[in-house]
């Protein structure tokens, strides 16, 4: 081999190089940013998402409303933080403006439940519903919880519930956020 072709070759070898590393240094590099837990997914949903996963038996979601639901635990006796998550989710309803039809905020109440609603605002469309499979599915879900459960019976995000009524408006105001999200991409209900 000449002293001219040993130049282009190692050249070319040179140039091969550097368009190898174009391509593997930024995989590399992706790689070890992963699997040293220096990247953050971003979260969008301001609520809680229910995990493990609670998927309500056909028989308990056909006991619910066939839409959305804003959805309440009845505990056994009704406190100020259960009128105050109640209150919320009938006010989230007519919050929805044209999306209302959509859903429908329940009370679910079992055996052990408190056997009526408090007195909630005339303007109220909250329904108590007895299902008490559906009831004892959402026991995992902290007490005084406002749930957002799909028309499929899916239970996807949990709100917590206050004695403070503010604090409940607060967790109110993400539900309706995530709410409204929800029902933008969905393509049931």
């Given at each position: 081999?000449?002293?001219?072709?040993?130049?282009?070759?190692?050249?070319?070898?040179?140039?091969?190089?550097?368009?190898?590393?174009?391509?593997?240094?930024?995989?590399?590099?992706?790689?070890?940013?992963?699997?040293?837990?220096?990247?953050?997914?971003?979260?969008?949903?301001?609520?809680?998402?229910?995990?493990?996963?609670?998927?309500l038996s056909e028989a308990a979601n056909v006991k619910l409303p066939a839409t959305w639901r804003i959805a309440y635990r009845m505990p056994a006796e009704c406190s100020t933080a259960c009128e105050n998550s109640l209150y919320v989710a009938s006010q989230l309803h007519h919050a929805l403006g044209r999306q209302?039809?959509?859903?429908?905020?329940?009370?679910?109440?079992?055996?052990?439940?408190?056997?009526?609603?408090?007195?909630?605002?005339?303007?109220?469309?909250?329904?108590?519903?007895?299902?008490?499979?559906?009831?004892?599915?959402?026991?995992?879900?902290?007490?005084?919880?406002?749930?957002?459960?799909?028309?499929?019976?899916?239970?996807?995000?949990?709100?917590?519930?206050?004695?403070?009524?503010?604090?409940?408006?607060?967790?109110?105001?993400?539900?309706?956020?995530?709410?409204?999200?929800?029902?933008?991409?969905?393509?049931?209900?």
């Amino acid at each position: 081999m000449t002293p001219e072709e040993k130049k282009v070759k190692r050249k070319s070898q040179r140039v091969l190089i550097i368009v190898a590393l174009i391509f593997v240094l930024p995989l590399a590099a992706a790689k070890l940013v992963l699997s040293m837990g220096w990247y953050e997914t971003g979260v969008s949903n301001k609520g809680n998402l229910v995990t493990p996963e609670i998927q309500l038996s056909e028989a308990a979601n056909v006991k619910l409303p066939a839409t959305w639901r804003i959805a309440y635990r009845m505990p056994a006796e009704c406190s100020t933080a259960c009128e105050n998550s109640l209150y919320v989710a009938s006010q989230l309803h007519h919050a929805l403006g044209r999306q209302q039809e959509r859903v429908q905020p329940v009370a679910i109440a079992g055996d052990t439940s408190a056997g009526n609603l408090p007195t909630l605002p005339a303007d109220s469309t909250l329904q108590l519903v007895h299902a008490e499979e559906a009831h004892a599915a959402l026991a995992n879900i902290p007490e005084h919880a406002l749930v957002i459960i799909d028309p499929v019976g899916s239970v996807v995000l949990w709100y917590a519930g206050s004695e403070d009524r503010r604090d409940t408006v607060m967790n109110g105001r993400d539900l309706l956020r995530d709410l409204q999200k929800l029902l933008k991409l969905s393509r049931v209900g």
